[in-house]
């Protein structure tokens, strides 16, 4: 008996590691990259489920890594992780994470070619932050929005003709996810109010980005403008509390939010280009994603 509880708390611990919360947000990533190509979901589903495969593992594998690169560092600041508790070994944690890259990009190259070079540059990207990106002030949140961006563009990929019209795009996820970034690196032991400050203006720069982009796709503005609406409440309201009173909790309010909410960024986008539907089934992975986030963590 002890001994199928010892293994079962080591697969948690293991699952721990990937996220699985987050998993869900790079789903909401790459349907919307799917609604920006206007590819029809039901009468091709099977590339579709290729690309959720492939961002699952390139994801997973990328927050992995990020354990296993942190792993000194969390002895001291988070010891109850599942690799400085003992709970998941480096040696363990390294191998999930090699074989979740690899069927992120194997899973990727079953849609394109396209696919495969986009999904090896987010593998590679997750790597360069994990090891190095993270502890730079400017390059760090650039790095982790390059991967997010990326993300949306496997999305798209899955009509490689829509790449060249649509690559812009990726800005609005590298910036969001570049304010969430710089904003965490309080998490632990609080943060400054000029980082938050830098972190809310971006955040505000997304949220205007995707107020024209309604504007620019009039079909649909009317539609966008609740999921702008709950964005807007869900990440502004946390963001300057930060930045009143940038104490490790606030600012790990702020980062939780924040990530959750890719979900309803990803949701806004659809519904910019594929209509009102389309954008509800994107927001519907909201509850999902909190409730997984109830008992795995986010950040």
């Known amino acids: 008996m002890n001994v199928a509880i010892l293994n079962t ?27 920006v190509a206007g590819f029809a979901v039901l009468a091709n589903p099977v590339p579709v489920v290729w690309l959720l495969l492939a961002t699952t593992g390139l994801y997973g594998g990328g927050v992995v890594f990020n354990d296993v690169f942190d792993a ?95 690559w812009y795009l990726a800005l609005i996820p590298i910036t969001y996810i570049a304010a969430i970034t710089a904003i965490s690196r309080g998490e632990v032991h609080g943060g400054e109010r000029s980082t938050g400050i830098i972190a809310l203006v971006l955040m505000g720069a997304v949220i205007t980005g995707l107020l024209g982009l309604s504007w620019l796709n009039k079909s649909y503005l009317i539609a966008v403008l609740p999921f702008v609406i709950l964005l807007s409440g869900r ?23 924040g990530v959750l909410s890719l979900i309803v960024l990803d ?4 519904c910019s280009f594929a209509g009102l539907s389309y954008g509800i089934i994107v927001l519907i992975l909201l509850p999902l994603s909190m409730t997984l986030a109830r008992l795995f963590a986010v950040t």
């Open 9 to 35: 708390n080591r697969l948690w611990a293991y699952l721990q590691l990937t996220r699985p919360a987050n998993i869900i947000t790079a789903w909401a990533d790459v349907l919307a990259g799917i609604a």
């Open 72 to 166: 000194e560092l969390d002895a001291k600041e988070r010891p109850e992780r599942p690799i400085p508790s003992g709970r998941a070994t480096f040696r363990g944690a390294t191998v999930l994470g090699s074989v979740l890259l690899s069927l992120g990009v194997f899973a990727a190259a079953q849609v394109s070619v396209w696919s495969m070079a986009i999904a090896f540059c987010i593998a590679a990207a997750a790597l360069l932050y994990d090891a190095y990106g993270k502890h730079h002030p400017f390059f760090g949140p650039l790095n982790m929005g390059i991967c997010r961006g990326a993300n949306l563009l496997l999305g798209v990929s899955i009509l490689p003709s829509m790449l060249g019209e649509s």
């Open 235 to 257: 990440v502004l309201l946390p963001f300057m509390q930060a930045v009143r009173q940038p104490s490790a909790e606030n600012i790990r309010t702020a980062v939780r939010s």
């Open 267 to 270: 949701a806004t986008l659809s």
